[in-house]
């Protein structure tokens, strides 16, 4: 009798315990690579000529005015954009993402690509970007210079020093002498801004770019020592695309004068 | 006891053939990744990589982190589980129902909203972290309790399942004769209820200390991440992905070794299929 109630007893946690874990299982894949597919084409339609652009997060705003610019200039082509963080889509293209033209945050990221061939020709600069402090709308805290976020008082919040970002902000700190101890080393510059935005820290060190997209969200604070990490940008085409022409003419619209235009409203300096 | 067990694992029942087709290709799914992950690594510079700075860091802050928050999900837990299971509400039927609906949430959310519920609600713009940043100068998140409090949050209902069904299964028939025989509500459950689900309750135990290991997506998005604080092994193999693969596949490793072993030494009788 005992023997049978502990057997089925034993049977019920193993039960619940198997379906735990598959559900664990489940939710533990999904959190961390969201939109490593969100890019990929349709295929449906053969008709019109689609092109698939993976760019940094931070071109966001400006290559989704460039698509339009491009798709009215060129009928019958549908761009699809990627955007993700540098070093993500370098990965993925190295590991055989269908991407036609890839624009990095940084060269390092660029050399990524380039170093095992893959890109169709040299990586063309398109743009530059440097870092200001974001601080909140009014600048509650007197936030005028980088010395202060070395204080105490003040939440502040960087990106980590493995992201361009956070070696940028590296940089800047040398630069100035100022050594700023941040609450929390993000891993994209996105997340910095959203820790500034939502009021969890005071100042976050974030592009320029960042501050102008995040319009009345934040306040730009510049600094004299920003000019000593001017993070580059390069575009290029790569090898695997099936349409050089196309992918050819997309570099050629951010780096002509309509996107450069749309580049420098939104706050990127010249390359 | 041995008998009847061993005679149905060596006659058994026929297996139909084609079952080994799936079970093998499943089997292959979780160990060749693993295996996968074997081949990638560099050896050589695995010393120097598990024991820099921020690997020790790291894993003491995921194991204090992991023990402490299990904790709370057996003090916290353990008696929601026995109030799912056991508790008569007369008066309101469906109560438990909802209850037991909202405990389960984090099972199926996926942990980065958890960790964004928790900042809007902690956080010191949120609905009580403003109260305690104006009342107490605290602000949570940032801080090792902010990955105790989200790691708590994805993994009690793991504890609160097993424990829950090992309390169905196990019925109320022991306690009802043990109270017949005089012992009072605290005593039946003290020698009766507890020594007969504790399988169940290490297996619940064992779930939440890995989970709360893994927990990735509440932790960035609540905790942030800062070498010593809040940085938890995860949070530090995502990052050293950026830029340094073989570092990022070293720790990868660490986590899997951990693993074996919370599932190998820890693992509770009711897991190992046998009893």
Known sequence: MTQRVSTGRLAG?????????????????GSGDSGAQGGAPSGADAAPQTLNVFAAASLKDTFTTIEKQFEQENPGTDVTLTFAGSSDLAT??????????????DDNNMKKVTDPGLTAAAPARFATNTLQIAVAPNNPKGITSLAQLADPANKVVV??????????????????????KPVSEEQDVKSVLSKVTSGNADAGLVYVTDVTAAKDAVQGVSFPDADKA?????????????????????VQAVTGPTGQQTLKAAGFGAP | MTARTTVRHETGVGLP??????????????????????????????????????????????????????????????????????????QRPRLLGAIRSIVLLPLVL?????????????????????????????????????????????????????????????????????????????????????????????????????????????TISFAGSLEGTTRTLPLLVYLQRESDESGAVALSLLLVVVSLVVIVVGRPRGMDGRG
């Not at chain 1, 993925?92 to 945050?105: K, L």
């Not at chain 2, 964004?116 to 609905?127: E, K, N, P, S, V």
């Not at chain 2, 993994?155 to 169905?168: I, K, N, Q, Y």
Request: proline fraction near 6%; aromatic fraction near 8%; hydrophobic fraction near 55%.
């Open chain 2, 110 to 218: 996926p942990p980065v909203v958890g960790g964004l519920a928790l900042l809007f609600l902690l956080g010191r713009t949120g609905l009580v972290g403003r109260g305690l940043d104006l009342a107490f100068g605290i602000t949570v998140p940032f801080s090792t309790a902010a990955v105790i409090l989200a790691q708590t949050f994805v993994a009690m209902p793991f504890l609160v399942v097993s424990l829950e069904g090992a309390l169905r299964t196990a019925g109320e028939r022991y306690e009802a004769v043990a109270a017949t025989l005089g012992a009072s509500p605290a005593l039946a459950f003290r020698r009766v209820t507890v020594p007969l689900v504790l399988p169940g309750l290490a297996s619940g135990l064992v779930l939440a200390f890995a989970r709360c290991m893994g927990e990735f997506g509440a």
């Open chain 1, 13 to 29: 946690s193993v039960a619940v315990a198997a379906a735990a874990l598959m559900v664990m299982a489940g939710c533990g894949g």
């Open chain 1, 92 to 105: 993925q293209i190295n590991n055989g993402a269908p991407a036609d033209v890839f624009a990095s945050a």
């Open chain 2, 17 to 90: 053939w084609w079952m080994w087709i799936p079970a093998t290709i499943g089997f292959a799914l979780i160990a060749l990744p693993v295996f996968g992950l074997l081949l990638r690594a560099d050896w050589a510079a695995m010393p120097s990589l598990l024991l820099s700075d921020s690997a020790l860091d790291a894993l003491r802050l995921s194991l204090i982190t992991a023990a402490v928050s299990t904790f709370l999900c057996l003090l916290f837990g353990g008696p929601l589980a026995v109030i799912l299971a056991r508790a008569r509400l007369e």
């Open chain 1, 159 to 180: 990106c980590a020093p493995q992201v361009p970002c956070g070696s940028a902000a590296q940089k800047v700190e040398k630069a100035a002498g100022v050594d700023v």
């Open chain 1, 230 to 250: 001017v993070n580059n940008y390069p575009i290029a085409a790569l090898k695997s695309s099936k349409n050089q022409e196309l992918a050819n003419k997309w």
